[in-house]
Each structure stands twice: as C-alpha cells, then as structure tokens.
C-alpha cells in the first residue's frame, strides 16, 4: 500500500504518472494525478486521473471503455513520480494506437523494440478483422487452422535443421518465422498474448508449484 504522505506533489498539487502495460511491460501513457485522483485509483483499483487542461478528474475509459485495471502502484526514489502497471481493456490513446507513444524521431531505428511481439500480435489480429488483398496472414486465415498447424510443423523442422546447421542468422530467421506463425494461431484461436506471458510467469515466479504440476500430468500419462 502506497504510503501517500511519502509522494512530492508539485505546486498545483499534482504528481506524474507513468502507465505501464502489466503483462508486455509497453509504457502505454503519462499523465497526472492529484491526491483524490490517486486515492480514487487505490479504491476502484482503476485509473483515475486528473486532467490540467478540464481542470477536473477524469477516469480512464469511462466514455471510450478502454478502462485500465491496476495490478501495481510503485513511486521513485524521490517520491515525485507514479509507475502505475495496468491491463489494459483497449488501445491507451485516444487516436487508437495501444501506446501513446507510437512515434520516434528516428525513423531507421536498428535496435530491438522489446514490445514487438505485443505489435506483432496487434497486426495479425487487424487483419483478421480487416482483411487487405495479397496479405498472407489474411491467405492463412482463410485456408483454416489445418493449414496454420500445417505451417507450424514445418517452421519447427525448420528450426531443428537450422540448428543442426549451425548457422546462427538461419537459426533467428527460422525462429522468426515460428514464432509469427504461432501467433497467428493464437488470433485464431481467439488467445492472447498475455495468456502466455502469465503461464511463463506463474513458472518463472513459482518453479515448485510448476515441478509438481508437471510431474502430476506425467504420471496421470
């Protein structure tokens, strides 16, 4: 529990705030809270914030209905700045993008976006929902789950001899192209990406609990 009397609240009484996507870890947003706005949050365990512009408290999705639960608070070393992590129900901003922050200065970036499967994710299902001409993620989904399991199959043998190869860039493109179909099946299946990242995170967190199950499915085999 956040001990508030700890926070620095600046000379309009308000305080930064950092919002993170809980399950990807994709900072989705910054705005501000004030005190009520912030206890308003503890409470309802959803975003609530305060807008300078209206000059009012706002809370997140209450027309759009991309609410935000909060399954973490954390504040600085400093106390003047929140880290709230949410999971999300819909896109962060009001242009439709997941994050706020889906435009860089620099257009040719080389380094890796650790949020790329989330972004990968979102793009297959787009296309589920909104087919474009020549798309072969559209070209998959209408040849059925046959032919995505089909594909799977073939991209993990082709794992398996890129390894054997030896050849490490064979090996990343090969890896690349699994994983893109995996998720395609996922969207298929109508799964999230999340469902995932919490099973890996439940044996990352809770290894025991893991063994034990693991072992109990074995001998019920």
């Known amino acids: 529990m956040i001990d508030i009397e700890k926070l620095k609240f600046d000379e309009r009484g308000l305080i930064p705030v950092i919002v993170q996507d809980y399950n990807t870890k994709q900072v989705l947003m910054l705005?501000?809270?004030?005190?009520?706005?912030?206890?308003?949050?503890?409470?309802?365990?959803?975003?609530?914030f305060f807008s300078r512009s209206r000059n009012e408290i706002w809370h997140k999705g209450e027309t759009s209905g991309n609410i935000q639960k909060i399954k973490s608070i954390f504040y600085d070393?400093?106390?003047?700045?929140?880290?709230?992590?949410?999971?999300?129900?819909?896109?962060?901003?009001?242009?439709?993008?997941?994050?706020?922050?889906?435009?860089?200065?620099?257009?040719?970036?080389?380094?890796?976006?650790?949020?790329?499967?989330?972004?990968?994710?979102?793009?297959?299902?787009?296309?589920?929902?909104?087919?474009v001409e020549g798309s072969y993620t559209n070209y998959l989904f209408e040849k059925g789950i046959d032919k995505i399991l089909k594909k799977i199959g073939e991209e993990s043998t082709?794992?398996?001899?890129?390894?054997?190869?030896?050849?490490?860039?064979?090996?990343?493109?090969?890896?690349?192209?699994?994983?893109?179909?995996?998720?395609v099946m996922l969207v298929q299946k109508d799964m999230q990406l999340e469902d995932i990242y919490k099973e890996l995170g439940r044996r990352y967190y809770k290894p025991n609990e893991f063994k034990e199950e693991h072992q109990k499915n074995k001998r019920e085999k």
């Not at 705005?31 to 609530?48: D, G, I, Q, R």
């Not at 922050?101 to 787009?126: C, M, P, T, W």
């Open 158 to 183: 082709e794992v398996v001899l890129a390894v054997k190869n030896d050849s490490k860039e064979e090996i990343i493109y090969e890896i690349s192209d699994l994983i893109y179909h995996l998720i």
């Open 31 to 48: 705005a501000y809270m004030n005190e009520e706005s912030l206890k308003l949050s503890l409470e309802k365990k959803e975003t609530y």
């Open 77 to 131: 070393c400093d106390g003047d700045a929140l880290l709230i992590q949410v999971e999300p129900t819909g896109p962060a901003c009001h242009t439709g993008n997941i994050s706020c922050f889906y435009r860089s200065f620099l257009e040719h970036q080389e380094a890796y976006d650790a949020n790329i499967l989330g972004k990968l994710y979102e793009r297959v299902k787009e296309r589920k929902e909104k087919p």
